[in-house]
């Protein structure tokens, strides 16, 4: 399994933006599709965006389409979500996971279930 860790999260004011990113270990990050999930206090953790292994295909929550996006450096094993026009909706510990390419990406790419390893999250708080 390849480990995760996210960097990037801090206090906004709504309106800005963010750039959180995670860095993967390991030879074979090529291998996986990445996604970021989300999860504020008392809420489930909730998809935000996914992309493929190749970094040609990316998908994205309707609450963050339009204002996020995602990317991949396959060259530096990092995968980047680019959070502008911030909401104090968007306060939330952000994860970003790894999902094996044996899985169907188009199937699962928003499944939390799908996803064989996880960071430890960093935190996003949008001030209204």
């Known amino acids: 399994q390849v480990q995760l860790v996210e960097s990037g999260g801090g206090l906004v004011q709504a309106g800005a933006s963010l750039r959180l990113s995670c860095a993967a270990n390991?030879?074979?990050?090529?291998?996986?599709?990445m996604a970021w999930f989300r999860q504020a206090p008392g809420k489930a953790r909730e998809f935000v965006a996914a992309?493929?292994?190749?970094?040609?295909?990316?998908r994205y929550a309707d609450s963050v389409k339009g204002r996020f996006t995602m990317s991949r450096g396959n060259d530096k094993n990092t995968v980047y979500l680019q959070m502008n026009r911030l909401k104090p909706e968007d306060t939330a510990v952000h994860y970003c996971?790894?999902?094996?390419?044996?899985?169907?990406?188009?199937?699962?790419?928003?499944?939390?279930?799908?996803?064989?390893?996880w960071g430890q999250g960093t935190q996003v708080t949008v001030s209204s």
């Open positions: 996971a790894a999902m094996a390419q044996t899985k169907s990406y188009y199937d699962n790419y928003a499944r939390r279930g799908a996803y064989d390893s």
């Open positions: 390991g030879s074979s990050f090529s291998n996986y599709a």
């Open positions: 992309i493929d292994w190749s970094g040609g295909s990316s």
